[in-house]
């Protein structure tokens, strides 16, 4: 099974959000698991422009 999960940066409201708010994406399945939080630098990323790219590369567009 595979999982995906975003979620926001630790202090951010969900009520002034903008797009441009940063978070971390975790990949989860069977061999393991990928997540950007954590990490050292910080690996957050720009939530709403990753997801799009993502899709975009996934649907071969």
């Given at each position: 099974m595979f999982?995906?999960?975003?979620?926001w940066?630790?202090?951010h409201?969900?009520?002034?959000?903008?797009?441009f708010d940063l978070g971390h994406m975790t990949f989860a399945g069977e061999k393991g698991i990928?997540?950007?939080r954590g990490k050292?630098?910080?690996q957050a990323m720009m939530l709403v422009i990753a997801i799009k790219e993502?899709?975009?590369a996934w649907s071969g567009s």
């Open positions: 999982r995906f999960r975003c979620e940066a630790d202090g409201d969900a009520m002034t959000l903008t797009g990928c997540s950007s050292k630098p910080d993502l899709l975009d």
